[in-house]
T-cell receptor
């Protein structure tokens, strides 16, 4: 089966940086997605990594190490609106997405 | 553009009753998906469709059925609901099948089975 691990909760201060780690074990691997989900809303796409390295997109960056089965999402210059759940999802060999349980980030003033 | 719509927004259903959750997308996406989201478990794939006329089973298909008669619609049916099917159900679509393409999610249906 697929196994996606990420921390349950993280708290940070407005303006700070937070790093959300994700480790995965899947039947083969074809890429790693990060989604953001505000409470009571639908998940929305943040990033997709298929090659090793860092992808930067504004205040958000995502990193992937295929050899270590590891990814992280970096949120910089935190804003109150960044309070949400962040979902890590790995794409397996049969091209199905397996989601982690999500990391709830709370940004405090 | 509406994107993906789901109906109803929420529903309370008696155990043993049947129900169809509706999902419609107007983006002409080829692939569509149904997930359930439960606290502490994350999103789990129920069924998917890579293109109109085809469907496939996901991780947790038991108790659910789907059809894909056309590109836009992908209804999910619970033939005889049980309390363990209490969950939030999300429909999603992607332009391409195969999983590598970004999935766009609908607003969800909150279902309670009593």
């Amino acid at each position: 089966g697929q196994n996606i691990d990420q921390p349950t909760e993280m708290t940070a201060t407005e303006g700070a940086i937070v790093q959300i780690n994700c480790t995965y074990q899947t039947s083969g691997f074809n890429g790693l997605f990060w989604y953001q989900q505000h409470a009571g809303e639908a998940p929305t796409f943040l990033s997709y990594n298929v090659l090793d390295g860092l992808e930067e997109k504004g205040r958000f960056s995502s990193f992937l190490s295929r050899s270590k089965g590891y990814s992280y999402l970096l949120l910089k210059e935190l804003q109150m609106k960044d309070s949400a759940s962040y979902l890590c999802a790995a794409l397996s060999n049969d091209y199905k997405l397996s989601f982690g349980a999500g990391t709830t980030v709370t940004v405090r003033a | 553009t509406a994107g993906i719509t789901q109906a109803p927004t929420s529903q309370i259903l008696a155990a043993g009753r049947s129900m169809t959750l509706r999902c419609t997308q107007d983006m002409r996406h080829n692939a569509m998906y149904w997930y359930r989201q439960d606290l502490g478990l994350g999103l789990r794939l129920i069924h998917y469709s890579n293109t109109a006329g085809t469907t496939g089973k996901g991780e947790v298909p038991d108790g659910y059925s789907v059809s894909r008669a056309n590109t836009d619609d992908f209804p999910l049916t619970l033939a005889s609901a049980v309390p363990s099917q209490t969950s939030v159900y999300f429909c999603a679509s992607s332009r391409l099948a195969g999983g590598e393409d970004t999935q766009y999610f609908g607003p969800g249906t909150r279902l309670t089975v009593l």
